[in-house]
Nanobody, 123 residues
Framework: QVQLVESGGGLVQAGGSLRLSCVAS????????MGWYRQAPGNQRELVAA???????NYADSVKGRFTISRDNAKNTVYLQMNSLKPEDTAAYYC?????????????????WGQGTQVTVSS
């Protein structure tokens, strides 16, 4: 019943900016962590940025100083502000979340993925 819906991808010129959004919905007891991953053709999926419920952040070295992850707990939404974009940032970006669900059998922590949104940065 939990879904992650992403938006904000697109085509931009090098040096431009994009803001990605990911909204989590469904039977959510708590969101323990949210993050963004990306995967370019021929590459492994890699962590871009992560944010825990306590506010701890983690960034890939390649995006430090350019990307910022943030969260709106009231809206169950995580954002990725991407500035100074480079052609090597071109990839499909995926939202990821560790979510505790409340069920009749108790609480379960599960990991979820969004469908991905394409970011293309032209030279």
């Amino acid at each position: 019943q939990v879904q992650l819906v992403e938006s904000g991808g697109g085509l931009v010129q090098a040096g431009g900016s994009l803001r990605l959004s990911c909204v989590a919905s469904g039977s959510i007891f708590s969101i323990n962590a949210m993050g963004w991953y990306r995967q370019a053709p021929g590459n492994q999926r890699e962590l871009v940025a992560a944010l825990t419920s306590g506010g701890k952040t983690n960034y890939a070295d390649s995006v430090k100083g350019r990307f910022t992850i943030s969260r709106d707990n009231a809206k169950n939404t995580v954002y990725l502000q991407m500035n100074s974009l480079k052609p090597e940032d071109t990839a499909a970006y995926y939202c990821n979340a560790d979510i505790t669900r409340a069920t009749d059998m108790g609480l379960y922590e599960l990991n979820y993925w969004g469908q991905g949104t394409q970011v293309t940065v032209s030279s």
